[in-house]
C-alpha cells in the first residue's frame, strides 16, 4: 500500500527556515517525478516543486530562490528546505507522486508576521 508521511512543519517566525521531509512508501521510487504541495485556508491546493528522478527541478515563482527541492533516493524520501519564510507561505504542505497517488495528511507550516 502506497504511503506518503510528510513531516517538519510548524510555526516560525517571518524570515526563519523549515526543512519538510517526505518518506514515500513506494515502488520504483528513484525513477519517479515528485513534488511538493501547499494549500492554504480557503484556497485550492497548489503546486509548490517538482524533482524528476533525474533531479530536474522546477519551482512556482513565489517560492523560487527561497526554496530548494531534493531528493534520497536510498531513503525513498522527498525534502523541501524553506528559507526566508513569508506568512503568505503559511498552508499545509504536501507531497505527492507525478501522477498524484492518495494524498498524505501533510504537515502545517505557519508563518508568523
Known amino acids: 500500500q502506497v504511503q506518503l508521511v510528510e513531516s517538519g512543519g510548524g510555526l516560525v517566525q517571518a524570515g526563519g527556515s523549515l526543512t519538510l521531509s517526505c518518506a514515500a512508501s513506494l515502488s520504483g521510487f528513484r525513477f519517479a517525478t515528485m513534488g511538493w504541495y501547499r494549500q492554504a485556508p480557503g484556497k485550492q491546493r497548489e503546486p509548490v516543486a517538482h524533482i524528476t528522478g533525474l533531479g530536474g527541478t522546477d519551482y512556482r515563482a513565489s517560492v523560487k530562490g527561497r526554496f530548494t527541492i531534493s531528493r534520497d533516493n536510498a531513503k525513498n524520501t522527498v525534502y523541501l528546505q524553506m528559507n526566508s519564510l513569508k506568512p503568505e507561505d503559511t498552508a499545509v504542505y504536501y507531497c505527492?507522486?507525478?501522477?498524484?497517488?492518495?494524498w498524505g495528511q501533510g504537515t502545517q507550516v505557519t508563518v508568523s508576521s
Open positions: 505527492n507522486k507525478v501522477p498524484a497517488l492518495p
